[in-house]
């Protein structure tokens, strides 16, 4: 099956930084790549997405780029703030077929942006 | 929309008690997910559906977790009999799942904090 890897466990970053979040997936198959945020006491929530006939994607200050050939993606965050201090999970998923939208999750970035 | 609604938030109960957990997926979804979360194992999946249907359980660790879907708009998560390792953060998630990829998005609840004494 599939296996994500998600690096780093944990990314201490000033405010106004940049913070990079690298995942790194094993099947091939995979063809949809989302990005979810979970903040304290919540679930997660999607943040941005990317699927395989798209290199990068970009929403304000996030965006995620995809690298098929190697099996990797990367979560950009430009001019951290204090607020996107949170949990993000990397994940892949065979879209469509009969996978149903199953996600394979990454094990999760602790992000603490100081001020 | 509500969102997916999980209950309750917090349950604490006695190692050998019953554990149920609810969840009401988002109207028109067609998939319903659980997920555990513990800081060992991070996010597992444990069990989904599609259209009422168990797909795949081959993430439930134990005869002692079931899960059923009585309908499309609610499901439960049993734990019979819990045990202290059973302590996790439960998460319900649901999507609209389709041939078009662009609705393929995984909608999570807040979650049920379960600890077992």
């Known amino acids: 099956g599939e296996n994500v890897e998600q690096h780093p466990s944990t990314l201490s970053v000033q405010e106004g930084d940049s913070a990079v979040i690298k995942c790194t997936y094993s099947d091939s198959a995979s063809n949809y790549f989302p990005w979810y945020k979970q903040e304290l006491g919540k679930g997660p929530q999607l943040i941005i997405d990317i699927r395989s006939n798209v290199g990068e994607k970009k929403d304000q200050r996030i965006a995620v780029t995809l690298n098929k050939t190697a099996k990797h993606f990367s979560l950009h965050i430009t001019e951290t703030q204090p607020e996107d201090s949170a949990v993000y999970f990397c994940a892949a998923s065979i879209g469509g077929g009969t996978s149903y939208g199953k996600l394979t999750f990454g094990q999760g970035t602790i992000l603490t942006v100081h001020p | 929309d509500a969102g997916v609604i999980q209950s309750p938030r917090h349950e604490v109960t006695e190692m050998g008690q019953e554990v149920t957990l609810r969840c009401k997926p988002i109207s028109g979804h067609n998939s319903l997910f659980w997920y555990r979360q513990t800081m060992m194992r991070g996010l597992e999946l444990l069990i989904y559906f599609n259209n009422n249907v168990p797909i795949d359980d081959s993430g439930m660790p134990e005869d002692r977790f079931s899960a059923k879907m009585p309908n499309a708009s609610f499901s439960t998560l049993k734990i019979q009999p819990s045990e202290p390792r059973d302590s996790a953060v439960y998460f319900c998630?649901?999507?609209?799942?389709?041939?078009?990829?662009?609705?393929?998005?995984?909608?999570f609840g807040a979650g049920t904090r379960l600890s077992v004494l």
């Open positions: 998630a649901s999507s609209l799942t389709s041939g078009d990829l662009a609705k393929n998005i995984q909608y």
